[in-house]
């Protein structure tokens, strides 16, 4: 077992002697009826429909425009503040309290120091919810007043989506617009009370499944996720539309990521599926970096090796 400490008097994490217990993943046992399982099957479809949206497509080749990032940040503030006021008003609620995680989770003052760097002190005058966006926040202010555990999937949707692919975003959104290494933009993918990631979603998802919920209930929480994943396509495709407006050009148009690496925090470089995948669509970047890979690998060096030798053995054999 991995023992962490994580300061903080709001944390929300099971102590032991002041000390968080993580269990490995070899130690958690589910089942299909779980929660976090439900919930993780019951959305695929859906956030397979979220990855291939064009701007998220875009976003993780590194193809972001500065101005649709300084939107998407302005999108993320509302969605994140409506459901954080709604999360402070229920966090006693006995169906939500256990998953209840302020210090470690909630992200409307990183998203705020965000938008002050991009828009200036005076950003909150220059910033408004956008159409694209209000029928989402609308949502969970309706959630949270009507039906406070449903308040489970809003929260599992972002969250969890965020600790899952953050890091990656960060360095995408990092290079691609050329923002300080120290920094600054870039707040909200920062979650500054969390030392391990995966082992506070291995938390997270524990304490979900110890939720007293019914077959009912959870069904509609599986519901309600899938609709949290329909608005935030919403606001992607807002985006995308606002992006064809906008002439500015793309800061930097180099390695991106995959949706694949970014579930499982890899090296996309390292990736000889992908780089194969673009060099078949005529990109000599990816071509060349297919090359570098298979020179790398030691069944291709030996196989190189092999014909450097036959040549050679030809070579000398002609000039006899």
């Known amino acids: 077992m991995e023992t962490e400490v994580t300061p903080g008097p709001k944390s929300n994490g099971v102590t032991n002697g002041g000390a968080r217990i993580v269990l490995d993943d070899d130690d958690e046992v589910l089942s299909p ?11 695929k479809e859906s956030h397979d429909r979220a990855e291939n949206c064009q701007f998220v497509k875009d976003f993780l080749r590194g193809r972001i425009k500065r101005e649709l990032f300084k939107r998407g ?41 965000d938008l002050e760097y991009f828009y ?25 007043e009507k039906d406070p555990v449903l308040l489970v999937a809003h929260s599992y949707t972002r969250y969890m989506g965020d ?36 082992g506070f979603k291995q938390l997270y998802r524990s304490r979900m499944n110890e939720l007293e919920l019914d077959a009912e209930t959870k069904e509609k929480l599986v519901a309600e996720s ?49 780089a194969a995948k673009m060099a078949a669509g005529g990109n000599p ?23 450097v030798a036959v040549l050679a053995g030809f070579a000398a054999w002609y000039l006899m």
């Open 33 to 43: 009826t779980d929660l976090s399982e439900m919930l993780a099957e019951g959305t």
């Open 73 to 113: 940040t302005m999108a993320l503030y509302y969605v994140y503040s409506a459901m954080e006021e709604e999360i402070e008003k229920n966090k006693d609620h006995p169906q939500f309290a256990p998953i209840y995680f302020p210090t470690e989770l909630h992200r409307r003052e990183a998203l705020a120091r």
């Open 120 to 144: 200036g002190d005076d950003w909150q005058e220059q910033i408004s919810l956008s159409p694209g966006t209000k029928p989402y926040v609308d949502r969970i202010h309706e959630v949270g």
């Open 163 to 198: 600790l899952s692919g953050g890091q990656i975003l960060k360095k995408v959104a990092q290079r691609a617009l050329k923002l300080p290494a120290t920094g600054e933009g870039l707040n909200f993918y920062q979650f500054e009370g969390i030392h391990s990631h995966k």
């Open 226 to 274: 899938n609709l949290a994943f329909g608005f935030n396509m919403m606001v992607f495709t807002e985006l995308e539309e606002i992006g064809k407006t906008i002439k500015e050009e793309v800061q930097d148009a180099g390695l991106g990521h995959s949706h694949a690496e970014i579930m499982q925090g890899g090296d996309i470089n390292k990736c000889p599926y992908y």
């Open 285 to 307: 970047t990816y071509a060349c970096q297919l090359a570098m890979m298979l020179l790398k690998h030691p069944t291709c060096q030996v196989v190189l090796a092999t014909w």
